[in-house]
């Protein structure tokens, strides 16, 4: 028996969800009993990832980590259940002569970030001994061209893509990670309701374990891993430039502990990150590791 489970992407089938597709393509998932569709939010564009999970039924989805704090903390009854990326691909870009190599410099110049990215980075200065009114922050609608033209001199960004698009431009860029030990931010981390997680205990662990060797298989054989997503994607339809970008992204994947954790979070990470978000603002309430993670599946 083949059991229906729905994932729903925060962003379109890509590069950053090629584990998943090599799960749903060689099978990992059909061996674990599972028929999973990878949705795109394309989909569902006027509702969130979030929503989707809470009246999705067997499913999951995957979102920022910091959101799925929130939710926890607003009693939406979710957990995390494993990461996608080990590290936050969300990063800085600045240009190569902008004179900015690290966070240190970043006061006194103009900073162009998504309004669910400006408390991120605030609280990561301020950790770093940075004061962020000395940044001219903004959430305005920006592009890369007005990083070029020097409206900006940082913007945000994924490490996997919009470098690569101006170094195809020819434009040398410098990446900045947004991070502090006590602030380490994972990426589309996966979730799932707690009533999914009762309910449900084998065919999550089958999940996670297809999801784990799933990205594994994938960044071993990137090559094929480049054609499968250029079969599946519209965004990243070039197979030559998928094996630069997933190349970009092994280092996501496999954390400080190498590829046989990918997926698996770290339990004390989980604490310093809800100490912070708890004494920053970034949620009204300090919550407990149990209270924002399962970690069984991992």
């Known amino acids: 028996m083949v059991t229906p489970f729905l994932l729903f992407l925060d962003w379109d089938l890509n590069c950053q969800f090629a584990g998943l597709l090599w799960a749903r393509e060689e099978r ?60 936050s691909p969300i990063q800085l870009i600045t240009l190569r002569d902008s004179g900015i190599r690290s966070l240190q410099d970043v006061p006194g110049h103009r900073v162009a970030m998504h309004r669910d990215g400006i408390h991120l980075l605030e609280t990561v200065l301020s950790l770093h001994g940075i004061d962020p009114i000395a940044v001219d922050f ?86 094929k891993t480049a054609e499968m997503v250029a079969a599946n994607s519209d965004e990243h339809d070039d197979p030559s430039e998928n094996i630069h970008i997933l190349a970009l992204m092994k280092r996501l ?13 770290d339990p004390d990470r989980w604490r310093r990150n809800l100490a912070t978000y708890a004494a920053y603002g970034m949620v009204n309430r300090k919550l407990t590791y149990d209270d924002v993670v399962c970690d069984r599946f991992m």
């Open 28 to 87: 990992l998932f059909a061996d674990a009993g599972l028929d999973v569709t990878l949705v795109s939010p394309r989909e569902n564009p006027e509702i969130t990832v979030l929503d989707l999970v809470l009246d999705g039924g067997l499913c999951a989805g995957c979102m920022e980590d910091n959101l799925i704090v929130r939710a926890a903390a607003a009693g939406k009854g979710v957990k995390a259940i494993g990461a996608t990326m080990q590290d």
């Open 138 to 223: 903004t959430v305005a609608d920006w592009t890369l061209e007005r990083l070029v033209d020097g409206t900006f001199a940082a913007v945000q960004g994924y490490a996997m893509t919009e470098p690569h698009l101006l170094t195809r431009s020819g434009i040398a860029t410098r990446l900045i990670p947004i991070r502090h030990n006590r602030l380490h931010p994972w990426a589309q981390m996966m979730f799932t309701t707690d009533t999914v997680i009762a309910d449900h205990t084998e065919i999550l662990q089958g999940f996670i374990a297809a999801c784990q060797e799933g990205w594994r298989q994938a960044m071993a054989d990137r090559e």
């Open 253 to 265: 994947v496999a954390g400080d502990r190498g590829p046989e954790h990918c997926v698996a979070t």
